[in-house]
């Protein structure tokens, strides 16, 4: 089984602030990568699809990076709504998710 | 507008069954794979089982095997998750999702069902 690392577990930022989040596959998982947000209480939303196109009406703040083994995803300028549990997910077979980065305020 | 809603969650006894059910509207159900994902209270995302569009292949996390079974009716364009034998650890809610194409990331989610495996 393919599995996902992320790190930091949790990152504390301010609004404003460049953050980055990595997420490692286990083996080769090509561009096969998708980027969710959750905020408590809610569904997962898509971000990012192929390791870095980003889905429709996501904001162009978000950008995501990588292929093989290691991914980034990246928020250039954080804002109030983006303060949430970020995962990412291997597709090339069946789906492994990460164990999430969450994103708090600093 | 998709639209994917979950039902049958609730408490169970360890040892129990639970049928969960997605009812699927807004697209042509029989030309997408569907796959379960579940959340445990404060944990991550786990991904559960998925089930190819004439439900022909079905395939299972290797921890979940033998116990949950992943079925479809196309003419009611409804995913169902049967899960025996509950465990404690069982306890989450559990989300359909729809993929793009061919098993792949998740643009659409259900809200999700509430299972709580308990005595």
């Known amino acids: 089984d393919i599995q996902m690392t992320q790190s930091p577990s949790t990152l504390s930022a301010s609004v404003g602030d460049r953050v980055t989040i990595t997420c490692r596959a286990s083996?080769?998982?090509?561009?096969?990568l998708a980027w969710y947000q959750q905020k408590p209480g809610k569904a997962p939303k898509l971000l990012i699809f192929?390791?870095?196109t980003l889905e429709s009406g996501v904001p162009s703040r978000f950008s995501g990076s990588g292929s093989g083994t290691e991914f980034t995803l990246t928020i250039s300028s954080l804002q109030p709504d983006d303060f949430a549990t970020y995962y990412c997910q291997q597709y090339i077979t069946l789906g492994t998710f990460g164990q999430g980065t969450k994103v708090e305020i600093k | 507008e998709v639209q994917l809603v979950e039902s049958g969650g609730g408490l169970v006894q360890p040892g129990g069954s639970l049928r969960l059910s997605c009812a699927a509207s807004g697209f042509t159900f029989s030309s997408y794979w569907m796959t379960w994902v579940r959340q445990a209270p404060g944990k991550g995302l786990e991904w559960v089982a998925n089930i190819k569009q004439d439900g022909s292949d079905k395939y299972y996390v290797d921890s979940l095997k033998g116990r949950f079974t992943i079925s479809r009716d196309n003419a009611k364009n409804s995913l169902y998750l049967q899960m025996n034998s509950l465990r404690v650890e069982d306890t989450a809610v559990y989300y359909c999702?729809?993929?793009?194409?061919?098993?792949?990331?998740?643009?659409?989610w259900g809200q999700g069902t509430l299972v709580t495996v308990s005595s």
């Open positions: 192929q390791a870095s």
């Open positions: 999702a729809r993929d793009y194409g061919s098993g792949s990331y998740y643009p659409f």
């Open positions: 083996q080769s998982i090509s561009s096969w």
